[in-house]
């Protein structure tokens, strides 16, 4: 007859103990995470009602359909739930392989420039978004610019391109392998060369997530716009239609999901005069 369960869990050696504490601290970590943030994520949703009605009064193509906005929301919200854990063990990832290599990461805070008397609250948030934006996009151009070139990255990116009705739900129609390369790169390297404090952490996420989004949302959106002092400096619902168009043309360019000055200096920039 067997050992208990908690005799045999005892006597297991030490290296299964290990894994199994750090298995249910994670899944505890994982379920707090979710149920934190995914309402969150749905409410995040609500940015859309200015642009769905927008696309529907002043289209840039067929008009989408609501079953076009509901299906895209359903990927998000399972790409979210899928693609966590990922992004969880990259950072734990780079966190413990910064330990094992003995790297001394920087100390990023911004509690410094929070304490600057009188403006510390709105530069904060300004130094705040700058930051979420430059490192987003950094990230976001190159990995971008892989899922172009990779066969591998390709079979999960094309689900994003296979919208037939550019639209504002759009931005949320990721794959969630690709949603997870996207996390988990930028995750692992900022866990090798960065400490960053938990809640801080947590604050840059909650505005990126925002600030990305949204922007996302605005250039997915099928509005028709002609924004030609715009359309050089910020990538605007008229220049990324180009990235979404079957032209042979428009093949690999316009990568960029907010400043387009990585597009202008690797000289993968298209744009045009086309409202």
Do not use: C
Not at 185 to 213: C, K, M, N, W
Not at 242 to 259: T, W
Request: hydrophobic share 50%; glycine share 6%; charged share 15%.
């Amino acid at each position: 007859m067997g050992l208990p369960l908690q005799e045999a869990r005892q006597s297991d050696p030490p290296i299964f103990r290990a894994i199994r504490i750090v298995f249910v601290s994670s899944l505890d970590n994982y379920l707090m995470i979710v149920k934190a943030v995914l309402p969150l994520i749905l409410k995040l949703q609500l940015l859309l009602i200015p642009f769905v009605l927008l696309e529907q009064f002043l289209p840039a193509g067929n008009r989408p359909r609501p079953r076009d906005y509901l299906l895209n929301t359903l990927i998000l919200v399972t790409t979210f739930v899928m693609s966590l854990p990922l992004g969880m063990l990259a950072g734990a990832g780079g966190a413990a392989a910064r330990q094992h290599l003995g790297l001394h990461p920087l100390n990023l805070s911004f509690q410094g420039v929070g304490a600057v008397p009188y403006i510390g609250t709105g530069l904060k948030l300004i130094v705040v978004m700058a930051a979420t934006l430059v490192l987003h996009d950094l990230w976001f151009y190159w990995s971008h610019r892989l899922e172009h070139r990779l066969p591998i990255l390709w079979e999960f990116h094309k689900l994003h391109h296979s919208e037939q009705r550019l639209n504002s739900s759009t931005w949320a129609r990721d794959h969630f392998l690709q949603a997870a390369w996207r996390s988990a790169f930028p995750a692992f390297t900022f866990g090798l060369v960065l400490r960053l404090d938990v809640a801080e952490a947590a604050s840059l996420g909650v505005y990126a997530s925002y600030i990305t989004s949204a922007l996302s949302m605005f250039y997915h959106s099928g509005v028709r716009l002609h924004l030609p002092w715009l359309n050089p400096v910020l990538v605007t619902p008229q220049v990324h239609r180009i990235h979404h168009s079957v032209d042979p043309g428009h093949q690999n360019k316009n990568f960029a999901d907010f400043l387009l000055v990585f597009d202008i200096i690797f000289w993968h920039v298209l744009q045009t005069s086309q409202g």
